[in-house]
T-cell receptor, first 112, second 110 residues
Framework: DTAVSQTPKYLVTQMGNDKSIKCEQN?????MYWYKQDSKKFLKIMFS???????INETVPNRFSPKSPDKAHLNLHINSLELGDSAVYFC???????????FGPGTRLTVL | SQQGEEDPQALSIQEGENATMNCSYK?????LQWYRQNSGRGLVHLIL?????REKHSGRLRVTLDTSKKSSSLLITASRAADTASYFC??????????FGAGTTVTVRA
């Protein structure tokens, strides 16, 4: 049984388009995260939600908007995609605070 | 800028050898965690060491933490081909963020 799942696994799109990535966790965790991993494998936190409330919002362009319909789901919507948005996006969940996080398989976004 | 920085960036060893990688960080931490990422996959948690601990073991993994030097090391003993992956340290600070480095890529040759 998949603990943290993301769809789609691959996303290829044109500059200027709007796209969404979905994330679901079945671990019963209260906290979910979005990370961006660039081509040099550097992983950076973008957002964190705890029980559907935004608790971490790093310096991310307004074109990125997370949405949490319930505590098991955290989706990422990206407007007006740019070349620099090409990366692998990881969703993660955890019990919050400073504890272990559980990562999804990633979504590789390629903007042409 | 990232909190944790791993060293070396890449490591190639023979099966059966030990692999050691280091992580340095800049500010006070609550704990330090090591994760593994296989090619094209998500990160998998390996071990967590709290700021008041100095050493921790899990199977073939041994992690040390020196808060005075702001550094940690991960030792994988008797490496196997399946250990080929990227290894990341992540520092947990009191603002509830995990800060990752760019990882050490380990290749285990048969």
């Amino acid at each position: 049984d998949t603990a943290v799942s993301q769809t789609p696994k691959y996303l290829v799109t044109q500059m200027g388009n709007d796209k969404s990535i979905k994330c679901e966790q079945n671990l019963g965790h209260d906290t979910m995260y979005w990370y961006k991993q660039d081509s040099k494998k550097f992983l950076k936190i973008m957002f964190s939600y705890n029980n559907k409330e935004l608790i971490i919002n790093e310096t991310v362009p307004n074109r990125f908007s997370p949405k949490s319909p319930d505590k098991a789901h955290l989706n990422l919507h990206i407007n007006s995609l740019e070349l620099g948005d090409s990366a692998v996006y990881f969703c993660a969940s955890g019990t919050g605070g400073t504890d272990t996080q559980y990562f999804g398989p990633g979504t590789r976004l390629t903007v042409l | 800028s990232q909190q944790g920085e791993e060293d070396p960036q890449a490591l190639s060893i023979q099966e059966g050898e030990n692999a050691t990688m280091n992580c340095s960080y800049k500010t006070s931490i609550n704990n330090l965690q090591w994760y593994r990422q296989n090619s094209g996959r998500g990160l998998v948690h390996l071990i967590l060491i709290r700021s008041n601990e100095r050493e921790k073991h899990s199977g073939r993994l041994r992690v040390t933490l020196d808060t005075s030097k702001k550094s940690s090391s991960l030792l994988i003993t008797a490496s196997r081909a399946a250990d080929t992956a990227s290894y990341f340290c992540a520092t947990a600070t009191n603002d509830y963020k995990l800060s990752f480095g760019a990882g050490t890529t380990v290749t285990v040759r048969a």
